[in-house]
């Protein structure tokens, strides 16, 4: 099983990134990102469902979608913030409920 992240980079705030998570090996019930912040827990961003789940402190400028064909999920990154900077990892949960994780991709907004 894998999962490929990509799109992660240095960006000004206020700048715009989309990271993409290619998923292989193994079909997901759903799919998501999580960050880990410098010095910080990893946290939840979003996730997919029927009701897209997000943090609070990325509600209306993060969107998250999924293409199933290709097994691939992807954040629409708006308006960063220095406080977005961090590892973004991306995770795909089985219907079994086994979560299967990526390596992550840096981003870093600068101010």
């Known amino acids: 099983v894998q999962l490929q992240a990509s799109g992660g980079g240095l960006v000004q705030a206020g700048d715009s990134l989309r990271l993409s998570c290619a998923a292989s090996?193994?079909?997901?019930?759903?799919m998501g990102w999580f960050r880990q912040p410098p010095g910080k827990e990893r946290e939840l961003v979003a996730w997919?469902?029927?009701?897209?789940i997000y943090a609070d402190s990325v509600k209306g400028r993060f969107t998250i979608s999924r293409d199933s064909a290709k097994n691939t999920v992807y954040l629409q990154m708006n308006t960063l913030k220095p406080e977005d900077t961090a590892v973004y990892y991306c995770?795909?949960?089985?219907?079994?409920?086994?979560?299967?994780w990526g390596k992550g991709t840096q981003v870093t907004v600068s101010s």
């Open positions: 995770g795909g949960r089985t219907y079994l409920g086994v979560t299967y």
């Open positions: 090996g193994r079909t997901f019930g759903s």
């Open positions: 997919t469902g029927t009701t897209p």
